[in-house]
């Protein structure tokens, strides 16, 4: 689940224009949401000797109305290690609006469901900016419904991974820079209220590649912190290449309890028409 983690970076001082980096794009592309309407990848996921122990799938779609669009991102277990997950599927869904006149994308709603055989869970993240609340609902094991609610800070705007991972590779959070670190605020969660993100630099890039098996598509080498409780590993570490295009191609969560390595690898894209 961590590869889209790998492209959600953004500078520690907040841009009101876009700088567009997509390679390829035009003023006449329309909006950030018709820009990537349409987008959908596939990955596999794995780890041991099990290379194919999952598979992920991230999607980005047109929603109810206009200005809105909807990310699905899911992933499966396969096999073995599906029946022995007891076949667990887990998907996150991110509601966002076009604002600033199309140019970024804001979440309206974030979902998580997990499924493990005949049990699921799961949390919704609703976020309303006119009145500055932050609505949590949660589902508890025996069915019923906890609701919170929390104030969003004045000038504050919480993206989810799967937002701000378009934000970015539209160029909404400015120039991305090999050598840099970032943060990218979110809604505070395990007492994490950012991502850290860190960009290789030149020398260490040329390292890695030299070591790598494959090199194709591999443009740039991304290192993200979150907290440990989040990705469940020792040091809540996740190192991944992006493509030139800014989407992840591999991506590994390091020391997953009881997993070791997690890898995910990018199978298909499927891309709008240019």
Known sequence: MGLPLLCLSSPDSWSTEATP????????????GE?????????????????????????????????????????????VVGWVSRYRVDTYRATMEEVDGGKRLRAISF???????????KQIHQFDYQKRKWIKVRKKKNGKLARSEEEIPAGMAYDDFLTASYNFRYGVYGAIERGQKYLVPTFPRKKAFSYEV?????????KRKRSERSKDGKELLIKLILDPEVTHSKEGSIEGWLSKEFYPVEGTIKDVVLFGDVRGTLTKLIKKPS
Do not use: C
């Open 21 to 32: 980096l997509y390679p390829g794009r035009n003023e006449g592309d329309g909006s950030i």
């Open 35 to 79: 820009f990537f309407k349409g987008e959908e990848l596939s990955y596999e996921i794995g780890f041991w000797i099990f290379k194919r122990a999952a598979l992920g799938r991230l999607s980005f779609t047109a929603g109810d109305r206009k200005g809105r669009y909807v990310s699905v991102l899911q992933a499966e277990t396969l096999g």
């Open 111 to 121: 979902e998580e469901d997990v499924i493990i055989g005949s049990t699921s869970r």
């Open 198 to 206: 860190r960009v290789a630099g030149e020398e260490e890039e040329k």
